[in-house]
């Protein structure tokens, strides 16, 4: 039997006279999809008050253990669902009108710190909300607070000094990912129906996939960035050619709900519209399968789940192959991709900082084409090394596009692992990850699956598809660029055959 208004009270208050804390009760909303809590918002089953208390109570529950939501804007959250509840009353309409959700610490929330985790900035406060926050806000969307992140959003995990380590719902001696890993967290947490995410290394994508959640890397520039911008200056980012933001959620309903809801370009009274969906029947899609990178292994249990898969939709009548003759070169896409985002990295470092680095660069011979070199040579190169790099990056898009005449998806993993133990040592560049018997640099594992999607600015939505010790595995589904529907519509088909997301133990 479905829990109703009353149930959920009866059930909170008996915890406070049992306790003297409020636990939350478990109920039916817990983890109800956005979509489905618009509509029993609009039919009057439950109040935009009664489920943002219950979504409270959740977090002040379990989030002591999670650390997930950092900043708490509860107070104003209620004063919203008021506000909500009353606009329904008188027949409005949004999308998200009285729906609870979280956005990451790094964008602009006015009234709230934007720190990315940075202590020089505890007390920075913008008067402005972010774009894409006051368009959630247009919606409806009731917002709880801000989801940590790692010291300026350059980590696969989510820590910085101001708000502590954030935990992975599933085993907390693990890290949920990062950068948009306190947004994962949450999500798989029950603690609010969406999360707004940033990914250019994949932030969103990896964190998706450590806690068993969803995510959509738009295609770029889809979604208006402004807002999302280090703390201090000017609300405009700078422009990179990598960056986007996105929606996280636990349903692909509620990625393409949310997308909608953020999308399009920053002037007043324009709109995007995004084509269809190429198929929606999960036996019409066309699927090429890219298990391996020749740069970094790949851990064996993310391979077994995606051969897994592979066999479910053979089965299930999918054309899906893991021979293309037209495949970019990934390996020349990743060392692209290393060049430009340590460009952009260094283009923020102090004068004498910088200056060191040339020496750094040199110390690579020039038939060296690792990673670490290509990172090195990025950090300092001059803007016609930057121009060439470009070229490069529109002559990868070319390639893709000719891909995509032939296939729908391209599948990959999110990331090389599962999620794995919290490591803060330092520097970064020394870190070592295990990949089955192997040591892999750390940069070089997390960034390569992350580029087939980034270098060219193509969308990708990551989803859960399975489990492999106890953890979710999660994969990535690479669509043709403004074709955002096409990756979001194959996850969905993928949840409504086999299965979707599933809750933690908290």
């Not at 709230?112 to 006051?134: I, S, Y």
């Not at 801000?146 to 907390?172: C, R």
């Not at 993993?413 to 990850?433: C, G, K, M, Y």
Request: hydrophobic residues 45%; contains cysteine.
């Amino acid at each position: 039997m479905s829990a109703t208004r009353r149930d959920v009270l009866i059930g909170a208050a008996a915890s406070l006279a049992a306790g003297g804390v409020a636990r939350a009760a478990q109920t039916e909303w817990d983890y109800a999809s956005a979509s489905d809590l618009a509509a029993a918002l609009r039919a009057r089953r439950i109040s935009s008050v009664e489920i943002v208390d219950q979504t409270i109570r959740r977090i002040e529950t379990h989030d002591g253990a999670l650390n997930a939501v950092v900043v708490r804007d509860f107070d104003r959250a209620r004063d919203a669902a008021r506000a909500a509840d009353a606009a329904l009353a008188r027949g409005e309409e949004g999308a998200l009108l009285g729906v609870p959700v979280t956005v990451k610490e790094s964008f602009n929330v006015a009234g709230l710190p934007t720190t990315w985790g940075d202590p020089h900035f505890r007390h920075f406060t913008p008067a402005e909300d972010a774009l894409a926050v006051a368009r959630l806000r247009k919606a409806g969307a009731v917002i709880l607070g801000k989801t940590n992140v790692p010291l300026w959003l350059s980590d696969w995990q989510s820590y910085n000094s101001i708000y502590g380590t954030t935990n992975n719902p599933w085993d907390k001696r693990l890290t949920p990912g990062g950068s948009s890993g306190g947004s994962a967290a949450a999500l798989a947490a029950g603690f609010g129906a969406l999360s707004l995410g940033s990914d250019m290394g994949g932030s969103m994508r990896a964190p998706a996939h450590y806690c068993g959640v969803l995510a959509h890397r738009p295609t770029l520039g889809v979604a208006p960035r402004r807002g999302h911008a280090p703390p201090g200056g000017d609300a405009t980012p700078p422009e990179t050619g990598l960056a986007a933001i996105g929606p996280m959620a636990r349903t692909a309903a509620d990625l393409a709900l949310a997308l909608d809801v953020i999308a399009g370009p920053e002037e007043a009274g324009y709109r995007l519209e995004l084509p269809p969906a190429r198929r929606n029947r999960l036996a019409d899609f066309r699927v090429l399968v890219v298990d391996a990178h020749p740069l970094a292994p790949t851990a064996s249990v993310v391979r077994e789940a995606l051969a897994s898969l592979v066999q479910k939709l053979a089965r299930a009548g999918v054309a899906v192959s893991d021979k293309a003759e037209r495949l970019p070169d990934l390996a020349e896409a990743a060392r692209l991709q290393a060049r430009l985002m340590s460009a952009y990295w260094g283009a923020g470092l102090p004068r004498r900082a910088y200056e060191r680095r040339f020496a750094e660069s040199d110390a690579f011979s020039p038939k060296d084409h690792s990673l670490a070199a290509e990172r090195a040579r990025g950090v300092v190169m001059s803007y016609r090394e930057w121009l060439d790099a470009d070229a490069a990056r529109m002559r990868l898009r070319r390639e893709w596009r000719e891909l995509f005449k032939e296939w729908d998806i391209v599948m990959c993993p999110a990331a090389p692992t599962l999620a794995f133990p919290h490591d803060h040592s330092t520097p970064l560049e020394a870190r070592r990850l295990r990949i089955d018997a192997k040591s892999c640099p750390y940069l070089d594992a997390q960034l390569v699956w992350a580029t087939l999607a980034t270098t060219p600015g193509l969308p990708a939505t990551v989803a859960p598809i399975g489990a492999a010790n106890g953890l979710p595995v999660g994969a990535q589904f690479i669509g043709p660029s403004l074709e955002d529907r096409t990756p979001i519509a194959f996850a969905g088909a993928l949840a409504r055959e086999f299965g979707g997301f599933t809750p933690p133990p908290l």
